[in-house]
């Protein structure tokens, strides 16, 4: 019998709070989902470990930057077809900022911006996923994961 191995990808993505609460989402640049809104993230880089890639993909997309050492694990995200490029899995971790932290669209975000939680828009992939896991370990207005 013959195995089988499918090629999967390894990501990042990183939710970033405030404790007034607001979330910093990035506009999607390219494909896919182009035009769409979601966290901030991207591909881990070889020799390099995913809390690490979530603070560079995240200084990269935003200018927001933040030790990697202070970005906190939400969870793995696997699901089969959570990506239309193929099998994806990511590290998802949390980081909370102080309010009013300015924001700069960088690399392959078309723009950044904080959107109120509670009004947040229609996010690409499992984003919306990604952030409801994030939003139960934030107590509301303070900085506490």
């Known amino acids: 019998m013959a195995e089988t191995f499918e090629n999967i990808r390894y990501t ?15 506009e999607r640049g390219g494909p896919p989902h182009e035009g ?40 793995v995200f696997d699901q089969p077809g959570r990506d239309p490029r193929g099998r994806y899995v990511t590290v998802a971790y949390l980081a909370v900022v102080p309010a009013f932290t300015p924001v700069s669209a960088g ?25 409801n896991a994030a939003a139960q370990r934030v107590s509301p207005g303070t900085s506490q994961l």
Request: charged content about 25%; proline content about 8%.
């Open 107 to 131: 690399d392959d975000a078309r723009a950044a911006r904080w959107w109120p939680a509670a009004d947040l828009p229609p996010l690409a992939f499992d984003h919306a996923d990604i952030f």
């Open 12 to 26: 990042a993505d990183v939710v970033v709070m405030t404790p007034d609460g607001h979330v910093l989402l990035i």
């Open 36 to 75: 769409a809104w979601a966290l901030p993230g991207g591909h881990v880089d070889p020799g390099e470990t995913s809390r690490a890639a979530g603070a560079r993909e995240l200084a990269e997309e935003t200018g927001v930057q933040v030790d990697a050492g202070d970005l906190r694990q939400i969870g």
